[in-house]
């Protein structure tokens, strides 16, 4: 089952901060965020693990809440650069050999 | 190294054509999967494979076969071409063989398929 992911749109100007929510019915055991630009492949973020700490990379952090199954996409002051389609991809405690992702977050920034 | 190659780029069938779409990569990776991207879908999981000789479905697998001789191929099959199978397809890979849950997946560039 997919996760879901919310807002489904964002826009900004930039040097906004905005965050990108994903959460699973199920228990999860690692969390995988990718952007993607348009018709370009997915590039990976970040990976959280159950039991690890909140990452960061730059100005794009994001957390684990393991009990409410669910990650938080947080990216701080925006740049132009940032926009895309977020994705958040879940792998379950029992199925640690598939990535399941969610329908994506589409990420706009302006001048 | 070239990472993940998918071949072709583009594609267009008619209904009931066969095809195979074409993955390699040169990182000698142990999971490659298959995922098609539809516009509001996401990314769905086709078929993946954590080791050569071993495969397993993803959450669409219907109309599509894949075989792993090779670490470095992972080649997706569709039997009999259907309108609904229009899409873009990536493949991607993952150096662990536990799975992609603690390793980055590293995707191709994708392939445009538009079955008539």
């Known amino acids: 089952q997919q996760p879901v992911q919310s807002p489904q749109a964002v826009i900004l100007r930039e040097g906004e901060d905005a965050v990108i929510n994903c959460s699973s019915s199920?228990?999860?055991?690692?969390v995988h965020w990718y952007r993607q630009k348009h018709g370009e492949a997915p590039v990976f973020l970040m990976i959280?693990?159950?039991?690890?700490e909140q990452k960061g990379h730059d100005k794009i952090s994001a957390s684990f809440n393991e009990k409410k199954q669910q990650s938080s996409l947080y990216l701080t002051a925006s740049q132009l650069s940032y926009s895309g389609t977020y994705f958040c991809?879940?792998?379950?405690?029992?199925?640690?050999?598939?990535?399941?992702f969610g329908t994506g977050t589409r990420l706009q920034v302006f001048p | 190294n070239a990472g993940v190659t998918q071949t072709p780029k583009f594609q267009v069938l008619k209904t009931g054509q066969s095809m195979t779409l074409q993955c390699a990569q040169d990182?000698?990776?142990?999971?490659m999967s298959w995922y098609r991207q539809d516009p509001g879908m996401g990314l769905r999981l086709i078929h993946y494979?954590?080791?050569?000789?071993?495969?397993d479905q993803g959450e669409v697998p219907n109309g599509y076969n894949v075989s792993r001789s090779t670490t470095e191929d992972f080649p997706l099959r569709l039997l009999s071409a259907a309108p609904s199978q229009t899409s873009v397809y990536f493949c991607?890979?993952?150096?662990?063989?536990?799975?992609?849950?603690?390793?980055?997946?590293?995707f191709g560039n994708g392939t445009r398929l538009t079955v008539t």
């Open positions: 991607a890979s993952s150096y662990s063989n536990d799975g992609p849950y603690n390793s980055p997946l590293h």
């Open positions: 990182m000698n990776h142990e999971y």
């Open positions: 494979s954590v080791g050569a000789g071993i495969t």
């Open positions: 991809g879940t792998s379950g405690a029992y199925n640690t050999d598939k990535l399941i």
């Open positions: 199920k228990a999860l055991y690692s």
């Open positions: 959280l693990l159950k039991g690890g």
